[in-house]
C-alpha cells in the first residue's frame, strides 16, 4: 500500500491510517473495533504512517498491521516483541506498536513479556484478548475462564486463567490499560494514552470473539458489564490499588487506565541514544 501521509500541513485523519486491505475478520469480530480504534488514535497522535512500525505475531489478531498504512511485519507465534524491541532499538525514531492475542502473548510469546517490560523500551503493546484460540477454531487459551466449554474442552477447562492485568503490573509496566470495543471513545483514548506514555506500555482488549467465543463474553453484554475505573474514582498513579483492581480481572470488566507511572524512568531507547553521544564524544 502506498504511503497515505499527507504532504505539508494537512493534519492526519483516521482515514489516512487505513491500507486498502479488506479485514478477513469474521463479521462482528471485536478486533474491527480495535482497528477503528487504533486509526482514531493514531490519527490524534499525529505521525505519519511512514514513521509507524506496527509488529505482530500469528493469530486472527495479528493481521492487524496489514490493515493500517503503517510499516507492518507479521512475523511468527510468540515473537512479536522481540522483533519489535530489535526494530526500536535500530531505529529508535520509529513509533513502534505491537499487537497480538492472548495466545500469542500470554502462551507461547509469554516468556518475553517480562523482558521487554524490565527493558522498557518506548513501545506499545496491545492484547485482543478473546479468551480463546479463535484463527485455529476455538482451543483453549491461556486465558480461557475455568469451567469453559470449547472444541479443545468439552468437559469444561480445568485449569485457571493468566491473568494479563497483574501479570504486567508485577513486571513493572509504566502504563497498563483495558479498553472493549463496546467502548470506542474510551478504547481510543487508552490506545492514544498508551501510545503517549514514555516507556512501555500495554493494553489488554476484552476483543470478542463471535464465531468461537463465549455468548456471555460479546459486546452486548459487555456494554453492561463494563465499569470505567475513571467514574469508579480510582487514582492511576495508585499501583498497589491497580493491582487490587486487577485480580479481579473475569469477573469485573474494568475500562481505563489501572496503572500510569507518574514518574516514568528513562526509556531503553534513551538511554541507547545518549550512551551513543557520550561513546561519540
Ligand atoms: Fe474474530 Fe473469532 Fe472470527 Fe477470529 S474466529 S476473526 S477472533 S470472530
Ligand atoms: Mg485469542
Not at 21 to 47: E, N, Q
Not at 107 to 131: E, P, Q
Not at 145 to 166: C, K
Request: aromatic share 8%; charged share 20%.
Amino acid at each position: 500500500t502506498p504511503c497515505a501521509c499527507p504532504a505539508g500541513e494537512v493534519p492526519l485523519t483516521a482515514k489516512d491510517f487505513r491500507s486498502d486491505l479488506k479485514p478477513i475478520w469474521c463479521p462482528g469480530c471485536g478486533d474491527y473495533g480495535v482497528v477503528t480504534a487504533l486509526y482514531r488514535a493514531l490519527a490524534s497522535i499525529g505521525r505519519p504512517p511512514h514513521e509507524i512500525a506496527f509488529i505482530s505475531g500469528i493469530g486472527c489478531s495479528s493481521r492487524i498491521p496489514g490493515y493500517t498504512t503503517a510499516y507492518g511485519f507479521n512475523t511468527v507465534h510468540g515473537r512479536a516483541l522481540p522483533v519489535a524491541q530489535g526494530i526500536k532499538m535500530a531505529k529508535p525514531d520509529l513509533l513502534v506498536l505491537v499487537a497480538g492475542g492472548d495466545g500469542d502473548g500470554f502462551s507461547i510469546g509469554g516468556g518475553h513479556v517480562a523482558h521487554a517490560i524490565r527493558r522498557n523500551l518506548d513501545l506499545t503493546y496491545i492484547v485482543m484478548d478473546n479468551h480463546i484460540y479463535g484463527l485455529t477454531k476455538g482451543q483453549l487459551s491461556p486465558t480461557t475462564p475455568r469451567g469453559a466449554v470449547t472444541p479443545s474442552s468439552s468437559h469444561g477447562s480445568m485449569e485457571d486463567p493468566v491473568n494479563p492485568l497483574l501479570y504486567v503490573l508485577a513486571y513493572g509496566a509504566g502504563f497498563v490499560a483495558q479498553g472493549v470495543p463496546a467502548d470506542m471513545d474510551g478504547l481510543t483514548k487508552v490506545i492514544e494514552e498508551a501510545i503517549r506514555y514514555p516507556g512501555f506500555s500495554f493494553v489488554n482488549v476484552q476483543s470478542p470473539c463471535v464465531t468461537f467465543g463465549d455468548p456471555e463474553d460479546q459486546a452486548k453484554v459487555q456494554k453492561t458489564k463494563m465499569r470505567k475505573l475513571a467514574a469508579e474514582g480510582h487514582d492511576p498513579s495508585n499501583r498497589l490499588r491497580a493491582m487490587e483492581l486487577a485480580q479481579e480481572y473475569g469477573t469485573s470488566l474494568y475500562t481505563g487506565v489501572f496503572y500510569r507511572n507518574p514518574n516514568p524512568p528513562p526509556s531503553y531507547d534513551s538511554l541507547i541514544r545518549e550512551r551513543q553521544k557520550t561513546l561519540q564524544a
